[in-house]
Each structure stands twice: as C-alpha cells, then as structure tokens.
Nanobody
Framework: QLQLEESGGGSVQAGGSLRISCVAS????????MAWFRQAPGKDREFVSV????????HYSDSVKGRFIISRDNDKNTLYLQMNSLKPEDTAVYYC???????????????????WGQGTQVTVSS
C-alpha cells in the first residue's frame, strides 16, 4: 500500500513560479516510477511528466517542456514539480501518481499507475 499526498498548490500570476510536492507513505517509493498529471475544469486528465524509479529517462508533455522540472528525493519519499513561466492554461488540479514497483514501459496514459494522490489546485491568473 502507498498513500500519496500533494501540497504546495496555490494562486500565482502568469510568468511566476510554483513548486508542488507529493509525499508518499510506505517503503516502496524508490522502486516506483512517479508521474504528475493534471486536470482542468471540463477537460480530460492530461499527462505532465514522469520520472523513472531507476535511470534518467525523464519525460515531459510538449505543453510544459522547458518550463517544468520533475525531481524526486528518495530519502524523503517526495516527488516535486518545479513550475516556471506559468501560463493561465496551466491552471488545473495536479495529481501525483505511482506506478507498480520496478515498472518500465508506457507512462502517459494514466492506466499505468496504481496509486494517486487527492490533488492540489494550481491557479494562474493573467
């Protein structure tokens, strides 16, 4: 079992920055790929970024590439998303997700993940 809890969301003006975090309970955080998804009102859930449990194959959606940075601290069981140059279209609820242990494969569909957090709201005003 793994529980995920996001924090750090809030309101920011366009062009600003925000860092959101996801703390995981349990002892298997380091062996799971971790991802961020987001969902804006009236829209489908959207993949944002993924960081593998091993290696350096980090991926970003085209909409955030060059602006967002995903990272993880396995000692703290924490996943981060540094969001820079924020735009109003980044407004959404952001969710972290954990894959099965030792998973490697597709990563952007959402179905690949076993555990999800409750989400944190990010609002970017123009």
């Amino acid at each position: 079992q793994l529980q995920l809890e996001e924090s750090g969301g809030g309101s920011v003006q366009a062009g600003g920055s925000l860092r959101i975090s996801c703390v995981a309970s349990g002892r298997t955080f380091s062996s799971r790929a971790m991802a961020w998804f987001r969902q804006a009102p009236g829209k489908d859930r959207e993949f944002v970024s993924v960081i593998p449990w091993m290696g350096s194959s980090i991926h970003y959606s085209d909409s955030v590439k060059g602006r967002f940075i995903i990272s993880r601290d396995n000692d703290k069981n924490t996943l981060y998303l540094q969001m820079n140059s924020l735009k109003p279209e980044d407004t959404a609820v952001y969710y972290c997700a954990a894959s099965p242990e030792y998973y490697s494969g597709s990563f952007s569909g959402g179905y690949e993940y076993d555990y999800w957090g409750q989400g944190t709201q990010v609002t970017v005003s123009s």
